[in-house]
């Protein structure tokens, strides 16, 4: 079966403790990319990468760092989690060029830090 | 950047009724999709229609590009089709995906 997965899909944790969210999808897509979802904001992109090893910042990249080492996945790092990272977290694919550019979403993370 | 509107920003419907949800983007696009949240907080994806007309059982869209909007219909709502509607579109100059604040549908039995 097609799809995004992300792992934890919930995490509670503590300010400072470093934590990886992790992303991976099965289609063979080039683009990959980082949202975050929060009230009253909506959805806003945090990182995302057009291919292995070329990434690129969003609209929100501070306080996060991305990583493509491999096609298939797309890690979130956060390497000292502050209470305003607080989201919901979505990774998302594409094939990322042509007439054939939808995307699709994993399931999302729950993250609160305290 | 690019903006997208969506209307009505809330709707409540009696089960089996229809209803238009409408999405208005302020530039030329090359992806439109509308996507349904549901009470998980997970994004499904209904339509990837960037123009023209699809239909997916009782969920139909058509996208007028040259007018720059979409429309999602649904037909026979049921409390399942409750949820959070989003469309999303990307520029034809970009990769971004950017949504509009979504229409919140609740169907009651």
């Known amino acids: 079966e097609a799809q995004v997965t992300q792992n934890p899909r919930y995490l509670i944790t503590v300010t400072g403790k470093k934590l990886t969210v992790t992303c991976s999808q099965n289609?063979?897509?080039?683009?990959m990319s980082w949202y975050r979802q929060d009230p009253g904001l909506g959805l806003r992109q945090i990182y995302y990468s057009m291919n292995v090893e070329v990434t690129d910042k969003g609209d929100v990249p501070e306080g996060y760092k991305v990583s493509r080492k491999e096609k298939r996945n797309f890690p979130l790092i956060l390497e000292s989690p502050s209470p305003n990272q607080t989201s919901l977290y979505f990774c998302?694919?594409?094939?990322?060029?042509?007439?054939?550019?939808?995307?699709?979403f994993g399931p999302g993370t729950r993250l609160t830090v305290l | 950047g690019i903006q997208v509107e969506q209307s009505p920003p809330d709707l409540i419907l009696q089960e089996g009724a229809n209803s238009t949800l409408r999405c208005n983007f302020s530039d030329s696009v090359n992806n439109l999709q509308w996507f349904h949240q549901n009470p998980w907080g997970q994004l499904i994806n209904l339509f990837y229609i960037p123009s023209g007309t699809k239909q997916n059982g009782r969920l139909s869209a058509t996208t007028v590009a040259t007018e720059r909007y979409s429309l999602l219909y649904i037909s026979s709502s049921q409390t399942t089709d409750s949820g959070v509607y989003f469309c999303a579109v990307t520029e034809t100059s970009g990769s971004r995906l950017t949504f509009g604040e979504g229409t919140q549908l609740t169907v009651n039995p």
């Open positions: 998302a694919s594409s094939s990322g060029s042509g007439s054939d550019n939808e995307q699709f």
């Open positions: 289609m063979n897509h080039e683009y």
